[in-house]
Structure formats: C-alpha cells, structure tokens
C-alpha cells in the first residue's frame, strides 16, 4: 500500500486500531495455537530476545516453575541446570502472537486466553491471570505455585472454554472495555469493573455446564477473587488489535513496548518485526512494608501493549482511585499523566469515553516522531517484582520507556525511506 506522507500512512494505522473487534473466543493449551511448541523444549518469556544468563531473577524463577509444571524436572535444582545448559530454548511471547505479564513464562501445556480480532482475521494469546501472592509470573514455583498452574490447566480453563462454546460468538471486549472505563478502571493496574464485568457475562453459562458441583464453586469463587483477571484478557486483546494494525507496513505509529527485565524493547509500523532496544529503567512508586527502592528488580513484562492501545497509564485520569497505588498522587496528577501522554499521541479513540476527562476518547496512536520531538517517554503502569525470585510483588507505580528506543526506531525508518 503507497502513502502520500508519513501522516497518511500513521491515519491508516490508527484507523485499524480504532476498527479492531476483540473477542474473547476460547481458552486452549497453548501448544494447540502456537506450532514452534512442536517437538521441543521451549519456553516464551517477555520483552525482547533475552539471553537465560542476562534475566533477573524473577523471570529465572518462573522458568524454574514452568519446567517443574511441564514435567521436564522434578526439583529446583536439576530444572535450572537444565535451563542454564541450553537443553529450553526461549523465545519471545510477541515473536508468535502472544503477550505474557511480568515473567511472561509460557510452556506448552499452560491454557492461553485466546482473543480474536475479527475486523482482520487474526488471533492472540494471553496466559491467565494467577491471582495475588506466590505467582508464576514474579518468580515463584513452589508447590503451591504448580498446584495452582495444574488447577488452571484442568478446571479453571476447559470450564472457561466451554462456556465460551455455549456464547453465540464468544464475548465482544470492546464492550467490556468500554463499560469499565466509565466504571474506574484503566486496564493496567486496575481491572477491577472489567473482572466483575466478565464475572457476570460468563457466569450465566458456566452455571448451565454439566460438571462437578465443587469444581464449579471453585471457578467461580477464584474468579470473584481475581481483581486482576480481565488484565489478561486486556493484553491478548491490546496484542490482537496492535497485530492487526501492524498489516499497515508503514508509519511510525508504536505497536509494540516491552520489557525484559534487562532491555525495553519498541516496534513501530514501518519497521515490521525490527527490536529497538535500551536499557530498562527500574520502577518508581509505593512498596509494600518491608520493602524499598533497593529490593526492586528491573520492569519486566509485555503488559506495556496495554499503553500502546491506548489505556494503562495513558488512560490514567480514568482511574483516579488507581494514582495513589501507583504513587501519582491524585486526580490533578492523574490529569496531567493522560495530557501529557496526549502530546505524543495522534489522536483520541472514541470507541472509550472518559467521563472525568469530558468524555475525550481514550488516547490513539503513540507516534514515535512526537516520542523524539517533545522528549516525552511514554509512562508505563506496573507491579514491581522483588529482585529476587518468587518473593513476589512488592510495590506498584509507573516507568518511562527510554526515549533511546524510538531515536534508533527513526533513524531506521529514515534510512529505509533513503531520507538519511
């Protein structure tokens, strides 16, 4: 497709994200959606390609816990000569179709959300949410941890599953999403609305499934629980869209940000599949009691593509009860967080009203041209993870994405133009 300017092509990109149709259609091993599980031993982790020796420790633990669930080890210690020795190959959740939170630790047999964009076609993947305390995603692996995997893989998915069968064409997310913004929630830190919202959209059939009684409290009781559950089903969504958009191969619309706990990584729609990395920047924010600044690790995680669609920390004046978890302060703070991210956004999503921002659409279109003009990074919502693995999360607040990562995604997509 030709583009008479840069403008021109970033309007198309915005126009596919705008038009993007998420459904949530199914929940499936992994392994059934995504081929390179084929006859190997590998594991899909978060941001950019990443060396096992260079992840922090958190995202170590969860690749500990992931080769404990699939059976590849029966202890800590043979699990992680085994992954230090190169026998588990790692790849990034973003390289086929998936996001994963924090970790972002994905193995074959794990269930995966899946969410298909139905304006083009195209699917993505997301692991479920775990719930709080000791997770697979901040590094933990005790038995608790695999039980509750193990849980997930034979009750809490297939019951999901099926009652998605029993919808008539899975469940509309932009729907949900756009109930929720008016609700409180920004899709990032917090999902509470939108968690209550799929409660009550897929309880209805999961009531009307033939399966054990105790099983079936189970599932609904955990999904009562998880304030954080519909995050999953936002990521797969957010992945979905930006997947979709991405078919427009030019432009410097973002389409991607991640991190890996040791680089952040940026695409942006001229430039394909292209990484453009720096180094990560550690989290700032409230900690829980007990912990401080110096137990935090590195942000990690491909929960950013929430901020690329357009909510997260970009939706911040959404969710004003959010800004003191995070440390923003309040409303005033909040306001200022979703103007300020407005200067390097192209446009406004009017699919997602904000009541409390005189229902402006929620933000369109990072353009990484604004991103190296202005010197503004986008601002990321995030958990903080202690450094070490399986402590768990210790703190929430907000991270910069370098603005190093959108000058080298510039400069490439000026060289590809024959501009420089």
Known sequence: MKFNSIDEANRAVIDKIAGGAPFLVDVVPAKSKIKEFEDRKLLLHAGPPIKWENMTGPMQGSCIGAALFEGWADNEKDAEEMLANGEVEFMPCHHVRAVGPMGGITSANMPVLVVENRSEGNEAYCTMNEGIGAVLRFGAYSDEVINRLQWMRDVLGPTI???????????????????????????????????????????????????????????????????????????????AVMDGARTIEAGTVVTAICRNGENVGVRISGMGDEWFTAPVNTPQGLYFTGYSQEDANPDLGDSAITEVFGVGAMAMIAAPGVTRFVGAGGFDDALKTSNEMAEIC????????????????TLLGIDARKVVETGIEPVINTGIAHKKAGV?????????????????????????????
Not at 346 to 361: A, E
Not at 393 to 417: D, H, S, W
Request: aromatic content about 8%; overall charge negative.
């Open 161 to 239: 599953a099926k009652a998605l069968k029993l919808t008539a064409d899975g469940l509309n997310v932009n729907v949900m999403i756009a109930k929720a913004i008016t609700m409180g929630d920004e899709f990032h830190q917090r999902n509470i609305a939108a968690s209550l919202i799929f409660l009550k959209e897929i309880t209805p059939y999961i009531v009307q499934l033939d399966m054990d009684e105790k099983e079936r409290q189970e599932v609904v009781q955990f999904l009562a629980d998880t304030d954080q559950f519909f995050l999953n089903i936002m990521m797969a969504s957010a992945k």
């Open 346 to 361: 192209i446009d406004h999503n009017s699919n997602f009203t904000i009541p409390t921002w005189d229902f402006k659409g």
């Open 392 to 420: 768990g999360q210790i703190g929430a607040g907000t991270v910069r994405a370098p603005r190093a990562c959108f000058e080298k995604a510039i400069e490439a997509y000026a060289i590809k133009l024959g501009l420089i």
